[in-house]
């Protein structure tokens, strides 16, 4: 019985580890996020129309909030609130830092693949999905 409370107490300590770990299938270096990332992605079970633009130029990362247009593949600019961000290393993997024009955040990347981004933001996770260009 003690051996069983010892290996449980050590499964409970692993687990938020095992959770928050990060699986990027898709890169292992900056430039491999930065071109995974770009793209069209829209946020998975969310009734919005909201679809963000993700896309790097000379090092910086920016993200725009578009619509679909009436053309499949034709975006349209949904507001003027452009925000920019930072790709960062961490010891985990890697995060996103956000910068907008009210404010400022973090995103740790948790997935990424060519269809499917997961991100974490103050603890909560946000999956979405790429949308075809």
């Not at 770009?38 to 619509?67: F, P, R």
């Not at 269809?115 to 979405?128: D, H, R």
């Amino acid at each position: 019985m003690l051996l069983i409370k010892k290996h449980l107490i050590v499964i409970i300590g692993l687990l938020p580890c095992i959770v928050i770990g990060q699986t990027l299938q898709c890169c292992n270096t900056e430039k491999e996020v930065e071109e995974a990332i770009s793209g069209y992605w829209k946020i998975k079970d969310l009734d919005s129309k909201t679809i963000y633009h993700y896309w790097v130029a000379d090092g910086q990362g920016n993200v725009e909030d578009v619509v679909s247009g009436e053309k499949d593949g034709e975006y349209e600019i949904k507001e003027r609130n452009h925000s920019f961000f930072y790709l960062q290393k961490e010891n985990f993997g890697f995060a996103l830092n956000y910068i907008y024009k009210y404010g400022n955040w973090t995103s740790n990347l948790n997935y990424l693949d060519a269809t499917k981004m997961i991100l974490i933001t103050n603890g909560e996770s946000t999956e979405y999905y790429k949308v075809s260009e």
